[in-house]
């Protein structure tokens, strides 16, 4: 029977310092390395065991949990895993830092993410909101707290890997002895098995829930603009933290504005004789109206300013402007009166207009 005692295996006191623990491990791994002992297969099973204990006492954590259980737990065999620092120090030292798929302790893994979208009004944007939303997603089970096992029982630590979640495996290749961390199989890397399943949950530790949550949308958001919130994702099997929750905005039209970066503009639609004589219109900002003063001869495509009536600066306090587009209208059909009193203007003016309401022919004709 080989040694299970792994302070034995690494030739050291029980109360050995890290700093002695290195020592001797590092000096035991060369002498029984397979490179130095070419076809000893003696030597070979004592480098596993010597790697395999090292993975184990140079763990502060694991010691303590070996220290206390004692050397007669791991029926399965060693307890290994855990610290990949260890395993690499391996192969740095025989292979020069050769890379090694070394994996962290796994344990509970963080939910996933989950992502929802929202509409909001372009106010919203402009000037940020609450906003509640319902989502229904995995969630820590009520019954069972999140550990799958069934009130009253205790999930049971996984006798393959002594709860690290990762067993270390040893094989051979042109190099030598390849050494890799893989998650262990029986425990599909939780580290430990549930005997007696959380019936609500079925062992999951998460069932679906609905639930609603309210959220500050910042001012400032736009079109495609997501929201990150973490933790409020999908649990995590087996009490695992929750992940992300990613909220997807999306700003509804607003049919009185253009929103270019924080800027908003608008169109004013007026009249031949409101652009000729001049008047005052009203004209909307996002919350109110407006008063503004078109000036007699304004042509269609003028311009008016409003500052600081556009959108908030998204994590500041400065607003864009509001643009005002004068739209000149001309009117598209005229009753008998008003196309009497245009003529009428034509003529005093000088300006050349057909002469009589024009059917389809004449209206072909003037186009040429
Ligand atoms: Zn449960
Ligand atoms: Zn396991």
Redesign the pocket.
Known sequence: MAETDLYVILEVEHNCSEDELKKSYRRLARQYHPDNNPGNAEAEARFKEISQAYEVLSDPERRASYDRFGSDVGAGGFPF?GGAGSVQDIFDMFFGGMGVNSQQRRGPQPGPDAEVSLEITLDDAAFGAQHEITVTLPQKCPDCAGNGCEPGTQPER??????????QRVRNSILGQMMSTVV??????????ITSPCATCRGEGRTNQTSTMTIQVPAGVEEGSTMRLADRGPAGPRGGPNGRLFVHLRVADDERFERNGNDLHHEAVITFAQAALGATITVPTLRETLDIEIEPGTQNGTVHRIRHEGITQLHGRNRGDLYIHVAVAVPAELDEESEALIRKLAEHRGERVNAQHSGLFGRRKAKK
């Open positions: 895993g996984c006798s393959e890997c002594m709860g690290a979640g990762v067993v262990c199989n029986r425990c599909s890397g939780m580290g430990s098995r």
